[in-house]
Structures are given as C-alpha cells and as structure tokens.
C-alpha cells in the first residue's frame, strides 16, 4: 500500500502555503496530521500531485482562551487540546470530544483544524464545531474569510475550502452562563469510527430553567447535525425527563441515517434517539450541579 | 521519469541521518530499508495496528502515516534506540522479558514504544493508563495480559 | 511438579531478548543483493472469465521487470495440494482463465520496488467477462447454483454421514428433543505481520533458497512439487521468526509464484503482502459454519444423542480447509458422555475467499454449537447450567475414555477444573453482581462453557476424509549435540511464530542431561539439513518436539554412562548420574565428570567403549503417540492423542438501550497436564481467549449479496484491543497425560477453543430475560439490538 508519487511542499507560513494552493489548485492537497489523509493515500482513494505540507508552520499552532471564544490555529495538535486543562473548563465538549477520536499516537499528531477539513460524517470534531457554532476562518491568497460550521460543512468528506485556500483558526464560542456539557459516541471498539455521536450543551439559570441550549449527532448523515428548532424548545423548562425523550424522539425522526456492515440505518436512528437523551440529560445534571 | 529525491536530516536515536528519498516513501519504510533499523514493524500501512509505532519529538506517532520528508528537521527514536545507556535491556525492556509480555515479538517494538512513553509522562500509571497508552497497539498473540504485568512491574523497579 | 527441576518453573524465554531488542529477523527484514519486488493485481469480480490481459503498459513503467499472468504460470507449474478428493479442484497462484473470487490474483508484476510494482500494477487492464456468482452457502448446494468449479460438477467438496452408536434409539428413546441452528460467523486468526516470502535461485548450487515467515506442514516438499523440482533443490530457512500465525500462514500460493519468478527471472524476488491483499487474496480466512443441532435428552439432563450437521463454506478453492470439518471428529461430544453421535460434515465452495488452518482446526466452532445445545438444553428443563455440565461430563475415573468416534481421551479431571474456575471467578458472587445489575435495569449474564482442546496434532482427519491419502506419519524429531567445551546445542527443523520452541527444547534437554537451560542452544536447521518434523500445528509442539528432545537427551545420557562404565569398568546399573557427572554409588565412589565424559567421547577413542560412535551427539524421530492408524469403515479413528481442557466462566453486561456489551469479570480454568514454561502456556491462553473474544463479538470478514468483501482493512476488520480484552484470570489444574514424557499436553490453541462458546452462552443468559436469545457469531451490537426486538 504505497502511496501514488507526488511533489512535497513544505511552506514556512500560511501565505507561502496559499500561494502554492493558488498555484496548483485542485491537484493540491494540504496534509497536517495525516491520520486521516495518508491512509487514503496509501489505498490509492486519493491521488493529489502536490501535498503541501503545513507541519512546519508555527503561525498555525496555537491556543488562546479569550473571553468569548477560544482561538485554536488550525495545525494544533490534537493532543494539546486534549491536555489543556484551563480550555476545558471554558469549552468542556473539546476534551469530551477528543478522548474518543482514535488512540494516543492519532491524537498526537493529528490536528484540530485536519479533523474538520476532512469533514468525515461520524467525526467528532466537527460535531462539536456545529453545536457550539465555531467560526472557521479561511485564508487564501486574496485574503481571509470567516464561516460558520454549518455553512463549512457541506457532505461526506467535503467542506466549503476552495481548492486554494486552507484552514487557519478555529474559534470555538465559550458560553458564559452556568453551563453542562455532555458527549457520548456508540462505536464497536473504543477510537474507531462512531456508529452514532451526540454532543450535547445547555445552560440553566438558578431556578434550573434552560436558558440555552445545543445539540448535534454524528454518524446519521452526510454531515453532522445539529438540531436548532428543537433545542429551542427546552428554552424555559426544566428540561424534564419526558420531554427530553420526546426531544430525542423527534430528533431520531428527522435523521436519515445509512446503512453499512456495523449498523443499519434503523439501529443507528434508534442510537441516535438514546444517546440525545441521555446528553440532554446528562448535560443537565452537569449544568445544576455546575 | 525517475521520481524527484528530496534531501532530508534526521536525527535518530540521537545521531544525525541523511537521505535522499522520494516524497512518497513512508517514514516507516526510511528506517526499515534505508537505515535498516528493521526493530519498527509495518502491520497494515493505513494507521490502524501501531506496529510501526515510533518516538516523534519524544511522542508516540504512527510512522506509517508519516512520510520521511516530513521528518526533516525532527527527532524520531525508535525500538533500538531504547536500550541503556551502558547497552543493555531498560528496565521495560527487562521487564517484558521478566513478565512475558511477548511471544512472536512483532507488536513488541510498537508497545515498548508507547509504553515508554507512558512512564516517561507517568511513571506509575493504572492498569487502566496503561491500557489507554497501548489501546492503539494490536496484539494478536498476548492478549494484553502480561503486557499490561510487564509495563507494572517496569513502572514497580522505578520506585 | 515438584518433582521437576527446570519444568514448570517460571524461566524467561529465550527468544525474548532478541525482540525486546527489535532485533527480530522476519521476512520483511531479510534482504538479498538484487532482490525485485511483486505486487499483485487482483479481480474485482467474485465470478468471472478472463477475456485478455494487456500488460503492455505496464510493462513500460519505471522499474518494471517482468509482469507474470495465470497462462505462463499454471503451465509450467503443478496445481496446489487439496486435501479431499476433488481432482477438478484446482488451484494454481494466479487464475487460469477463470477468476473465482474478489480479490483472486490475476497477475503479478515484478519491478525494482513495491511501490514501481504498484505503480504498474494500476496499468495492467484486464477485460472480464463477469458470470453469476454464489455467495451463500446453503444457495450453494441447492439445484442450480451457479458452479464455482464447473469441472467439478458440483460446489460439494465433501460430504457424508457419520453414525456411531445407537442414534436412531437415542432419539427415540429420550423423554426429550430440541433442536436450533447456529452459526460461526466468517473470521481468522489474522496475524498483525502479513504473510511474505524471500525466494532466491542460486543458480551456481542449483537451489532454490526461501525465507518465509510460514507455518505450515509439508511447506517444502509441496513447494519443489510444485515448481517441479526435487526435493533437495528447495532449501527452506526456519529460522526465520514468524509474526504470528495461529494456524493460516500457509502461503504456499505466495511461495509457488515467488520461487516460479525467482528461476524464471535469475533475480531475488520478495512478495510481502500488504494488507489489502493479505484480507481478500491471502486466502487466509477461516471456518464459515452453519451449524443444525439436534439433542436428545431426559428430564434429568442426561444427553443421549447428538445429530449435527455442519455446513462450512470453504471459498473458492481449497488446500486444507475442508479438513477443518474432520478435526472436530475426535472431541465431538466434547467432554461429555455422550454415547450416540450423528455427525454430518459438509464441505461447499462459494465464490468468496479461500480458507485456511485456523487455530483449532475447525474444534472451536464445534465447541461454540456443543456449548450452545448445553445451555439450550438447560433452559428447556430449567437446570442450572452448571449442574447439567457435571451431570454429563466424563468422570475422572472413567479415564482412558473412548468417545463413539473412536478416540480415546488420555486423562482428565474436567470436574475439578470447572469446580477451580468457578472458585476463583467467586461464583456465588458473580451470581448477586449479575442479579444486582439486573435489578438496576441493565442486561447481564454469566457464560460458561466447559471444553475440550485436542493436543498432539494426530492429523488422522486427513485420511479419514480422503481414503485415498493414505498418511500417517505424524512426527517431529530433534538433534542434540554436546560440543568439546562441554556446551549443549539442540536442533529443530521448524520455524516458530511465539509458541517459544527454543526455550522449550532447552528446558527439556536442560531436564534430562542434568545441565543449566541457560547454556543450552537451540538453533534451526534449514529444510535440507533438517530431521522430519510436521512444523507446529495442532497443538502439538509441547509432547511432538518436548519428547523428541526428551529422546535425544535420553540417548546421550545413556551414551554417557556407557561411557563413564567402560572407564570406570563397572556395569551401567552400578552408577548415578547427576548434573552430568557419572559417580559409582555408594560412599566415596569414584566419578568422571561431565567435562572427562566429553573428552573422552570427542578426543580419546581409545577410552571409547566398542560400538560408541565418536562425538556426543544424538538424533530422536518418532511418530505421535496413538498414531499410524487407519480409520474403520464406519469412520472411527483415534484423532488426537492427548486431551487438554478449558472451563470458562465469564461475565458480560449489556447496556439494554445501545446494546454494546462489555465483559465485566473473565476467569479459565485449564489443564494441559504439565506446562513445560508456565509463562508461555498461559501467554497463549490469554492470547487464545483475546483471540476467541474476537471471535465472538468483533470480527468477520463480511460479505455482500454480490461477493465483495466490505471488511477488508483494519478499519473494518475489528482486532480487539487492550481496550476491548478484559483482564483474565487463568487457574491451573494439572491432570498429567500418560502419553508423554512429563505428563504435558499441547496447548498453543488453549482459550480459543473456549472462549467464543462461553461469551455467546453469557450474551445468551443476558438476553434470556427478555426472551431472547442469539446464535450468530460475531455477537455485534446490532445483532444484539435485533434479537431484542
């Protein structure tokens, strides 16, 4: 499993990285992490020309926590995400999330902004991305632009990057009132793919009424979802238990899952309905005892 | 058409190495057929069975998913560069020879790597830590068990 | 054994250092100057005739040496060995004409690096001419089906009935019947090293040099078959590690087409599969059963007879898989007193991929059906499942027993092991934990399985499902040399894949001669230098190479004491031997040491006694104790000599709403006899158990309705981790055999043979309150969710 010969670039910024994406357009690929790019290489799935290789750039591995959102350059490894205790008090899912995706040796040198440029539907990362509502910016040549992960994630494997620009910063939004956040993943081993993943975040105020509240599943579609409507309708209750489940209910119903060797589409909505459960749930107990 | 070699320098095991390999190849397969440090095994190339796991900049990372270029400017240490100082077995090392924490010898490579580098970070880590630290480390022929014994009593000497 | 002095005691294995060290040498890691790669291109139709091959393309790539196809190659090499009776079966490396499955190889090309060969591998084009396929087992055998080998005239490969005893009265005689299906889901042993092959022609000696990272019996004499040449123009290298095997290393197709190039070409060739190519073309899968299961019983959980019938779906060719169905013959009623048994094995072909030797040959998925019917069996007359098990499991006193298909169990205690197993899993206990997670709202049970692990590698199944393969030869051999220094060297003719071999022979040889295993030596001799051996299979090793070596040592110290009498001009009888050193008895006698003894044989022939040759050097041969039998009429035959056993108890909760179970307490009770290196017995119980896990709940090489195979990497393929494997508790028994030197009994396939049978019984009691119940491997969490529904 060799991978197909291409040229190797090794940029030492982000402009000099988006000009050889100016350059040789769509048969240019970006690796950072690799964890999720080189195996496809090596079964020869992808064939890019030109990897360019932005490992090197220092401008893209950072992590600051400011008051609204935290700030991570898209080259950070996932490992030091996964290790910073003072992010995971302002953005709980990020651990949450990260301890499920793959093993150590993944985490330590796969990458925050990888994880959600290769948008696989079962993902934890980009899950994570559309509940909390991140800020993915975009650098090309001609600039920078700003998108929100729902508007970044647009199917299987595919994002809104031109095939010129590359990823630069993840701003992940810190929720400033007593919060509680959940997210549990069905997978057949622990670190394989999820068959389904639900993230979950909600807010209450000193009565224990909802005053915000997230959440989104993986593994039930093309991209992950995320449920606005239906959040909004724990907005001012208690969030009790029967309405959790008919929250969950209505969820599960409105996912067209797909079918694969480990889960049907029906197992994967019945997932799907239990594990949104259980986070609001568990997302609650979290936010009354926060 | 011959392939484009780059130069690339790499220090492993603490000396410096030069090459001039193509893009492509494997950082894996560098050490393997280039160095001949044939102690990192590849079991399944698409980043799944952690035989091929090596010390990246003192991290556990699987060399299959590397390619050697990419190595340039860094540190690797694999499986040979483990042994003391003086030469001999380290204490995880002697310990799986002690515990039995092998049989057929091929994941062992990849174990003792990620298990170094759980005591470097944790030097008396639970059964659970360990299991975490390995979890990306098939084995086919152990079943854990007495790797799981090998890394404790390593961790157990240290004290 | 106390009686013992380096047997049974915890000792390092020799062959530690040297892996530890990453200091291995495997197939991947030898190098000859010279040396070309292959890479293979394969079908991607399960069914298909091949209409051409253009290779010109390829053969323009960089790199590109030669590109071989089926044509050139089943010309001018013999087909591969099958082991029933199916002439019209052929099978060769590369498809003649015909492809037969997904992933079957076309054609193989030979350039200066695997990723050249790759490379050009893409630029092969192959027109197919796709035909209907058949990919179900059961739709294989009816009227028809399309034909995976038309010349063959059916997609039977072996079929028949066996009765013994009186089964038709048993049935009707039984106060009850229940029967089921089950179902042994497609899965391998899967090793983490792939399978490769060195192949090097010297042309100035005329031999052919192999390095192979392989297990498998007759691995030299079929690869000279089939390149045609001689025997002693093939040299195979055993001492080459092999990283893992468990049974499926036989990669006699890889050897074939790498040994063909090797000549054809005057250049090194290396074939190293890569993974891809080792799941779908490797050929090495494993049993594919379907299992009909008929009890006959009495109210007092008495079974009286078995019908079963076991449907095994081989793939598209087949070497020894089918013989995978002859094995379990000789522990078909497991460890119980079962006195009437139907058994119809039936072996069928499909267009899928070939199956190997997989650990237990073909006992574990019997196991898994035996232990189903026990639990079954249980349920239906509301009896513990503990209590129909000693109710119906030979007696320690019944030993030697002789169950109705003709072999005799050498010795046992299978009620003290399952009592030590269910002491040390604290059972009582692990009922209230059971109950108490019950009672708050999730799902558990408690599996037990009790059973039997043939050792000893008697291969009789060969001749009993193919009458005209009259083999019975079933041996292993081991030379010992004592050196002039005084150092003690054994030689073995095998290559090893963990089972520890070296630190076996040297503790044997350290055990009889007396001397400190830490000096002894063993190395491996190539297949032309080499004494007969069957290599590892079968469980075997422990008493096949234990008592070769055992024998060996025997004759040189017997050669020392000749010697040390003819010196010391007394007679054998009158001298005690210790340490080596040979000493009159009695007070103050005289004595020759070891070191005189060895001069003497080596340098002084004058102080020879007649009729010793010189040197001190021994060879012991022999064939597996019980064998050289043939099979009777009725299809009864002594299988296995020596009977190791397993009783497993094991507790699984499963979350009621995700239905993912995880296995919360682990316990084998187990008796091989004597273990030679406790250490190295048990590793290969827990690695059997993990193994057997798998099995059970995670792995399966999947197929569609139109025969590809969706499982064929890692990522699909699920290998349990330290993750998913529970720590296991191991207690011992040791009930010795009378067949071998020590009392051992094999156990290289130990955990795996019980292990699936007890996480199935276990899911099985979890699901049992809800009514529902499973016997499909692998137990994945959606077959879970659909047998709750």
């Known amino acids: 499993m060799k991978s197909p010969a291409f040229e190797y670039t090794r940029p030492a910024s982000v402009a000099e990285a988006c000009a050889l994406l100016a350059r040789h357009g769509a048969d240019a690929k970006v690796i950072a992490g690799g964890q999720s790019l080189v195996p496809m290489m090596a079964m020869r799935l992808v064939r890019p020309s030109v990897l360019v290789d932005i490992n090197e750039i220092d401008a893209l591995k950072y992590l600051a926590i400011e008051p609204q959102e935290a700030r991570i350059g898209a080259c950070t490894r996932q490992v030091t995400v996964e290790r910073d205790d003072a992010l995971s008090e302002r953005i709980p899912l990020l651990r949450m999330a990260l301890k499920c995706v793959g093993h150590v040796q993944t985490r330590n040198r796969g990458t925050v902004g990888g994880s959600l440029a290769h948008a696989d539907p079962s993902a934890e990362l980009p899950l994570v991305a559309l509940v909390l509502g991140a800020r993915l910016r975009l650098r090309s040549a001609s600039g920078r632009r700003d998108v929100q992960a729902r508007e970044f994630l647009t199917g299987a494997m595919s994002t809104a990057l031109r095939p010129d620009e590359c990823l630069e910063e993840i701003g992940w939004p810190a929720w400033r009132e007593r919060t509680g956040a959940a997210f549990m993943e069905v997978s057949i081993r622990h670190g394989d793919f999820a068959l389904v993943a639900a993230a979950t975040q909600v807010a209450l105020d000193a009565q224990a009424r909802c005053t915000r509240a997230s959440f989104g599943l993986a593994g039930v579609g093309a991209t992950a979802v995320a449920f606005p409507e239906l959040a909004g309708r724990l907005v001012g209750t208690k969030m009790e238990d029967g309405l959790v489940e008919e929250v969950a209910h209505a969820a599960a119903k409105q996912i067209s899952p797909g079918s694969d060797m480990h889960a049907s589409s029906e197992y994967r909505r019945h997932l799907a309905r239990v594990l949104v459960a259980r986070t609001l749930r568990a997302a609650r107990e979290k936010a009354a005892s926060a | 058409m011959t392939e484009k070699l780059y130069e690339i320098s790499v220090e492993v095991n603490g000396v410096r190495c030069e090459g001039r390999v193509p893009a492509r190849l494997s950082l894996v397969d560098w050490l393997r057929e280039e160095l001949r440090l044939t102690g990192t095994h590849v079991g399944c190339e698409h980043g799944v069975c952690g035989a091929c796991s090596v010390l990246l900049d003192g991290e556990p990372v699987r060399s299959c998913l590397m390619y050697a270029v990419q190595a340039h400017g860094h540190r690797v240490g694999t499986v040979e560069g483990l042994r003391s100082p003086e030469g001999g077995l380290s204490p995880l090392q002697d310990a799986f020879c002690e515990a039995h924490g092998l049989q057929c010898g091929y994941c062992t490579p990849g174990m003792l790597i990620a298990a170094q580098a759980l005591l470097d970070a944790t030097p008396h880590p639970t059964e659970e830590q360990i299991r975490e630290a390995i979890g990306g480390n098939l084995c086919r022929c152990t079943g854990y068990a007495q790797i799981v014994e090998a890394v404790l009593l390593a961790a157990e000497r240290s004290r | ?789």
């Open chain 3, 1 to 789: 054994m106390s009686e013992f002095r380096y047997v049974g005691k915890r000792r390092r294995a020799k062959e530690h250092v040297r892996f530890v060290l990453g200091r291995g040498r495997y197939v991947g890691d030898i190098h000859v100057v010279g040396m070309q790669h292959i890479a293979i291109v394969a079908s991607p139709h399960p069914a298909a005739r091949i209409v051409s091959i253009d290779t010109s393309a390829a053969a323009r790539a960089p790199g590109v040496r030669y590109i071989l196809t089926g044509e050139e190659l089943c010309a001018n090499t013999d087909s591969l060995l099958i082991g029933v009776d199916a002439p019209q079966v052929k099978r060769w490396p590369l498809a003649p004409g015909m492809v037969r499955y997904a992933g079957e190889w076309v054609a193989a090309v030979v350039a200066n690096s695997r990723a050249a060969a790759e490379d050009a591998a893409e630029l092969v084009e192959v027109q197919y001419e796709p035909q209907p396929c058949v990919v179900e087992a059961e739709a294989a055998l009816a009227a028809g089906a399309p034909l995976v080998h038309p010349a063959h005239a059916s997609n039977v490969l072996y079929r028949r009935k066996f009765v013994w005893g009186p089964v038709e009265q048993a049935f009707a005689q039984a106060h009850q019947q229940l029967s089921f299906r089950a179902y042994w889901g497609r899965s391998a042993t899967v090793p983490i090293e792939t399978f490769g092959v060195v192949a090097h022609w010297d042309a100035g000696h005329g031999i052919l040099d192999i390095w192979a990272s392989i297990q498998m019996p007759k691995f030299p004499d079929q690869t000279a078959r089939a390149l045609r040449l001689p025997g002693n123009a093939v040299r195979v290298h055993h001492d080459v590690d092999v990283g893992g095997s468990y049974g499926v290393k036989r990669g006699i197709k890889h050897t074939v087409l790498a040994g063909y190039l090797a000549r054809r070409l005057g250049a090194p060739m290396r074939l190293i599969e890569d993974r891809l190519e080792n799941m779908r073309g490797g050929d090495m899968q494993g049993p594919d059963r379907h299992f009909d299961v008929h009890v006959a019983f009495d109210f007092d959980g008495i079974i009286h007879g078995l019908r079963i019938r076991a449907l095994d779906d081989v793939g598209a060719y087949a070497g020894r898989s089918p013989l995978q169905l002859g094995k379990p013959v000789g522990a078909i009623c497991g460890p119980y007193r079962i006195p009437a048994i139907e058994y119809e094995p039936i072996s069928v072909m499909t267009n899928k991929t070939p199956q190997e030797a997989v650990r237990g040959f073909g006992q574990s998925p019997t196991n898994f059906a035996l232990e189903r019917a026990m639990d079954r069996v249980a349920r239906e007359l509301d009896m513990d499942r503990i209590e129909i098990r000693k109710r119906n499991l030979i007696r320690r006193d019944d030993f030697p027993y002789t169950i109705p298909s003709g072999s005799t169990y050498d010795s046992g205690d299978y009620h003290a092991v399952l009592d030590k197993a269910l002491a040390a899993a604290r059972y009582p206990e692990l009922l209230e934990l059971r109950d108490r997670t019950r009672a708050n709202g999730k799902l558990a049970g408690i599996g037990i399985s009790t059973c039997l692990e043939p050792s000893g590698g008697n291969s009789a199944f060969e001749v009993l499902l193919n009458p005209k393969n009259e083999t019975t030869t079933w041996m292993d051999s081991c030379l010992v040399r004592v050196d002039l220094s005084g150092a003690v060297t054994g030689v073995i003719g095998n290559s090893s894949s963990g089972q520890g071999h070296e630190s076996l022979v040297a503790t044997v040889l350290a055990e009889v001669l007396e001397r400190d295993p830490e000096g002894i030596r063993v190395v491996r001799a190539d297949s032309l230098m080499a004494l007969p051996s069957n290599s590892p299979v079968g469980s075997r090793m422990a008493i096949m190479l234990g008592g070769a070596a055992a024998g060996a040592a025997k004759t040189i110290k017997r050669t020392l004491l000749t010697i040390a009498a003819h010196n010391l001009e007394c007679a054998v009888e009158d001298l005690e031997y210790r340490n080596g050193d040979a000493s009159l008895k009695g007070v103050g006698g005289k004595k020759l040491t070891w070191h005189e003894l060895i001069e003497i044989a080596h340098r002084k022939f004058h102080k020879l006694p007649p009729g010793i040759e010189p040197g001190l050097q021994a060879k012991f041969v022999w064939e597996v104790p019980t064998g050289g039998g043939l099979p009777s009429a009725d299809g009864r035959i002594q299988m296995y000599p020596c009977y190791a056993f397993e009783a497993h108890i094991v507790l699984i909760e499963i979350d009621p709403d995700t239905a993912k179970p995880a296995i919360h307490r682990y316990v084998c009770g187990h008796d091989c006899g004597v273990m030679i290196n406790p250490d190295i017995v048990h590793g290969m119980t827990y690695g059997g158990i993990a193994h057997g896990i798998g099995a059970a709940l995670y792995e399966q090489f999947a197929y569609t309705a139109d025969g590809q195979l969706t499982s064929g990497s890692f990522m699909d393929y699920l290998i349990p981790s330290a993750l998913e494997v529970p720590p296991l508790a191991i207690v011992d028994h040791c009930t010795p055999s009378p067949l071998t030197e020590f009392g051992q009994k094999g156990s290289g396939e130990a955990g795996y043979l019980g292990a699936p049978a007890a996480v199935a019984n276990a899911i099985n009691d979890a699901l049992a309150p809800r009514g529902a119940s499973l016997d499909t491997l692998p137990m994945t969490p959606e077959a879970i969710w659909k047998a709750l529904r």
